[in-house]
């Protein structure tokens, strides 16, 4: 059999309708890394045979997969990665040429799965109840906006390649975000979000925790289930040190709202911009910034970070206040 690269290997995503039950893949997904893969836990046998050596067993207790999807925020498909990461969306109309999605959070303790396939030059399978664990965002100034997914499965099933006719699913084309697509906002409340100045940032991480845990139990050799637990928003905030804004709002331990605004205005679905062209937008309600400090070089600028948690606003009985995305999709 031929040896091949990573690009050969193809990664197709579907949102299950029953979790931990297969459905059609409903996008090919460009990737920069992909690693999810089955995970063993043994049981090794410890009894002596009259010897100084091992003993002689070590059983297969338990399987699952677990590993990490990587690459550029792709409109389309991203849709998905939300709906795992928050368990509940709401689709719009038609609207010039794009749909609004709404996603919210699921206060529940089973969101929805995915199926991702992986086809290569060595075999296709199926990872079934896929569940997403964490979901970082990346973005700088002069990249492009890239996601780091991990996800937790059953084990591998051998499968049929998605792209193998009938019903062959293709790459297609999509918009993608760079950083000068992206602004950031903080505002006292959700509600001076839209009117706030955007903040000028050097580089913005986001992170979505879901602290999964894969429920055991006897009889069975995969999990019962994949649970999502504890529900953790945090980032990371990099800017020049030319005021003294930030520190002062740690030093007073207040709250903000915070808005991340990534659209893609170069990528017009329809005839009017401000209402077609792909874009995905956040509001945090009540953010804490938990860490500040300053960065003093010789020979560059001096700069400031931050990182945040977001909480849960008792005003607005939510932690996200909003969270949409718009592209050609008409649902997920």
Known sequence: MSKFIGRLAD??????????????????????????????LTAPSTM???SIGEGNQQLVAQRWAQGAIEGDVLSKPFGLFLYALLGSCSSGSLIDSSYIHTFSLLNSNAHPSLSI??????????????MLNTLELKVKPDSLVTFNAEFWSKEPQDSKD????????????????LGRHVTVKMATLTSGLAAATAMSVKSLTLKFNKNLVNNFVLGTLGPEDIINQKFEITGEIELDYDATTYKTIAKA????????????????LGAVLATSSPEFLIDLSRVFIDAWEPNY????????????????????????????????VVTY
């Open 297 to 328: 070089p010789n020979d560059a600028l001096v700069g400031q970070k931050f990182t945040f948690r977001a909480l849960y606003d008792i005003t607005n009985s939510n932690i996200i206040n909003a969270c949409t995305l718009r592209n050609a």
């Open 117 to 130: 396939y992986k086809s290569d030059e060595v075999n296709s399978e199926l990872f079934e109840l896929s």
């Open 162 to 177: 998605p792209n193998a006719a009938p019903g062959a699913i293709a790459y297609v084309a999509d918009a993608k975000f």
């Open 11 to 40: 990664i197709y995503i579907g949102r299950e309708t029953t979790r931990g039950t297969g459905v059609a893949a409903a996008f090919a997904l460009p990737k920069s890394l992909f690693s999810l893969d089955l995970k063993t």
């Open 253 to 268: 331990g207040t709250y903000e709202a915070l808005r991340i605004d990534m659209n893609n205005i170069d990528a017009q």
């Open 48 to 50: 002596g045979y009259g």
